[in-house]
């Protein structure tokens, strides 16, 4: 279940006047000499096209827009300066979490009905989800508890198989894959088997430190189990949600930042970098609240050699604890991994707003990637064998329609348009009731994805010396795109 966490922009410019006295008069973008430098490195934009998602409309192209002369623009209606000079972190993509959950429906679907719900979803040319999460084990939205090596003492790992997995995890895998090559997977365990832990079940308790070394084997075997059936794991979390143990109710696990230091140092990192050295370790996996946790541990060199991401959820706290954590260590990349809709939620399907601000602020805070929760569960939620109502990316009726979440919509906006290797750049409004979060493709084309929570309004983009007007409705997402044609 997602919290939403206040706004957090970039830190106000040098010339903060300017910006204010830039929704009051456009004449006066042409003598600012903050206006001169920013046309000379942003270049020219070029054709522009808009789309929109509100109560009457699902991503739907937007009413034709002309950049003009900031001297022929309308003194009405709220500014945003996008700064293509200003660059901050590359993207790596969006996406959700085939859990075990999720690969049951996927699998149980008529193959031509999964065929276009995954062409959909997955296919470079429409939603192009390309960075998703699956699970290590059982989670809490699973059809059973399973591990896969559940042999007490078997440290060994004489049993360890993932035949579990055959049935409908990896073909789904598999599937997706085909269809977007560039499918990046995180793969992170619930639980350790039950008797790896002090508590002897997957239900909650502790990691046994006398366990770490066949732990860190069991991951190894199951990264190289799932690349021998042709699904390859681009990086792993050593565990989801470090500090909690759901108080037994479901496949949990705590870690002490001392032991999850010891495991990743000693045990996991070494192996992996001598046998699956592409494949990277994310910290953390768990709360915006725990960023000291993080730095404690990234003090330590010879942990953070192996470490090449932090992982984020937005349970609990605020998405600015992750800024404070870059600020005073700024080499690792920041991803948000899970977060999704709550079936129960009357506005599942409507609350798209209240995501495009969730998805605005992790990445303003220095996130790369944006995973949701499940990719699609049924309309009660299910799978579950967890305590919380979790709502599927999407929701499969049972007539085998597809129901589409208020994240689903907001995540399109972003998905369809942010390539891989974008870098975030900047963007300032002083406009009430709106978020907003720019962007530079690889191509050079610019992306700036507006969530307007308030009334109708006009949309005064600004960049370079131009100007562009676009009318946003009423609690809608606007996503405009520009072509590069070339530097001033």
């Known amino acids: 279940m997602k919290r939403q966490g206040r706004k957090n922009l970039e830190k106000p410019l040098d010339r903060r006047t300017f910006v204010s006295a830039a929704a009051a008069s456009a004449a006066l973008l042409l003598v600012s000499p903050y206006e001169k430098a920013l046309a000379a490195q942003s270049g020219t934009p070029g054709s522009l096209t808009g789309y929109l998602t509100s109560a009457r409309a699902k991503h739907a192209p937007m009413d034709p827009m002309q950049w003009k002369l900031a001297s ?9 300066v996008v700064d293509a000079g200003q660059r901050y972190q590359k993207m790596l993509g969006f996406g959700a979490a085939f859990t075990d959950a999720s690969c049951f429906l996927f699998n149980s679907m008529n193959a031509d009905a999964r065929q276009k719900l995954y062409a959909d979803l997955f296919s470079p040319q429409q939603m192009n989800l390309n960075v998703c999460r699956t699970c290590i084990g059982a989670s809490d939205y699973s059809v059973s508890v399973f591990n896969y090596d559940d042999v007490p003492g078997d440290t060994s790992l004489q049993h360890f198989s993932v035949a579990h997995d055959d049935a409908y995890i990896l073909p789904m895998l598999r599937e997706a894959r085909a269809l977007n090559p560039d499918l990046f997977l995180l793969a992170t365990p619930w639980s350790p088997p039950g008797w790896m832990k002090t508590y002897g079940s997957m239900l909650g308790g ?10 860190a084997q069991y991951l190894y075997k199951f990264i190289t189990a799932y690349a021998q059936a042709g699904v390859k794991i681009n990086a792993l979390s050593s565990q989801n949600e470090v500090e909690t143990d759901q108080e037994g109710r479901m496949p949990a696990c705590i870690w002490t930042p001392e032991m999850e230091q010891d495991f990743v140092r000693d045990h996991l990192g070494p192996l ?5 050295s592409d494949t990277q370790i994310w910290l953390l996996d768990h709360n915006y609240n725990l960023w000291k946790r993080v730095k404690w541990q990234l003090d330590d060199p010879q942990l953070a050699q192996y470490v090449s991401a932090i992982a984020w959820h937005g349970y609990v706290g605020t998405p600015d604890m992750m800024t404070r954590l870059h600020d005073v260590d700024a080499k690792l990349p920041f991803y948000w991994t899970e977060g999704g809709p709550d079936i129960t939620d009357p506005n599942y399907a409507r609350n798209w707003t209240a995501w495009g601000e969730t998805f605005t602020n992790v990445i303003r805070n220095w996130c790369g990637a944006v995973i949701g929760w499940n990719l699609i569960l049924d309309d009660h939620g299910r799978p579950n064998i967890g305590p919380f109502p979790c709502g599927g990316l999407v929701t499969l009726r049972p007539d085998g329609s597809i129901l589409q979440s208020g994240q689903y919509w907001a995540m399109g906006q972003f998905s369809r348009h942010i390539r891989r290797g974008a870098v975030r750049i900047a963007s300032h409004s002083d406009a009430s009731e709106m978020s907003h979060v ?13 969530t307007n929570a308030g009334e109708e309004r006009l949309i005064k983009l600004q960049f370079g010396a131009q100007v562009a007007e676009a009318t946003v409705a009423r609690d809608a997402i606007a996503t405009l795109v520009w072509e590069r044609t070339g530097v001033s």
Request: charged share 15%.
């Open 206 to 215: 502790w990691m046994s430190a006398k366990y770490l070394e066949p732990y």
């Open 72 to 80: 022929a623009a309308s003194a009405i209606g709220d500014t945003v």
């Open 438 to 450: 720019a962007f530079s493709n690889p191509d050079g084309s610019g992306v700036l994805v507006l």
């Open 272 to 276: 992996l970098r001598k046998n699956h």
